[in-house]
């Protein structure tokens, strides 16, 4: 799985490491607005120096040293430097599959209404100063790749979504988000199951058989989680495959799009196009490949 982001016009790939369920990375917020985008994991961004502001929905949040932003895996988010004070962050990626199968008491935290959730959680909270330290040693372990260092990150993973339900634990009791929590879980397999399948012609009735519910229901819960329809949902999964291997592979233009689930090449290109701004071309030259 990964994740394809910009910064200051370098092109960054995250590797997710399956067997530690995070990713981490130091990145520095685009002095222009990010295009709006999401992730198939859940993230957070710990800011290490700088000022900036990040956009969830239609919330806008300042953020400076010390502060985090936690946004789940299907709600929409853009982010921006202040003008002349860039801004630093810790990037981290979690994995969903790999805290559900542990407990999944501790995805609460990232099951909200992103009309009414507080995304940021300030620097002065002791919450951002345990979270923060831990963030730190997760890169530390990440990048040195020692004995074990999976274990010790999978560790710390697990104790940082326990701190993050504390923060919320008031939140995470109202009635309102305990339905909303419920529809999120069931929605779930529906979104793994389209991560592992987006190569292949997947249809709503296929998700709706993963969730054995109807075809109409489907389409309404997924309208109502994830904020778009099911086939908007699927395209951009395809064209987010399509940014990695373009940007981190040599392969030909022709066998990307076939391999990310795209029938031809006319819908590949303008899709892309739509999504991205740039021709897949363009999009593959704007910068040196990272790997």
Known sequence: MGIIGKSDGVKIIFKLDK???????????????????WHPTLELCYCLSGRGTFTCMEKQYRVGPGDIILVNNTERHTSQSDPGDACVCLVVCLD???????????????????HTF???????????????RMLTEMKTELEACRSAYQSIVKS??????????????????????????????????A?????????????????????????????????EIVGERFKSYLLQ???????????????PITDIYLSCGFQ???????????????SPQEYRGQAPHIE
């Open 237 to 251: 999964i395809r064209v987010q495959e399509a940014k990695k291997l373009l940007s981190g592979t040599n392969m």
């Open 118 to 132: 507080e995304h940021r959680i300030p620097a002065e909270s002791a919450t951002a100063q345990q979270v923060g």
């Open 96 to 114: 969903v599959r790999t805290i559900q199968e542990f407990n999944p008491d501790l995805l609460l935290p990232f099951i909200y209404d992103p």
């Open 19 to 37: 067997e530690a369920g995070a990713q981490i990375i130091k990145w520095t917020l685009d002095r222009v607005q990010e295009p709006i985008h």
């Open 191 to 223: 979104l793994a199951y389209i991560q592992d399948h987006f190569h292949e012609p997947v249809q709503l009735a296929d998700i709706a058989r993963v969730l054995s519910l109807s075809p109409s229901r489907t389409r309404h819960l997924f309208l």
């Open 156 to 189: 710390l993973l697990f104790h940082i979504c326990a701190l993050l339900l504390r923060h919320y634990e008031n939140e995470n009791t109202s009635r309102r988000r305990k339905r909303f929590s419920a529809k999120f879980m069931l929605l779930q397999p």
């Open 264 to 278: 031809s090449s006319s819908s590949f290109y303008r899709e892309f196009k739509k999504l991205v701004s740039v």
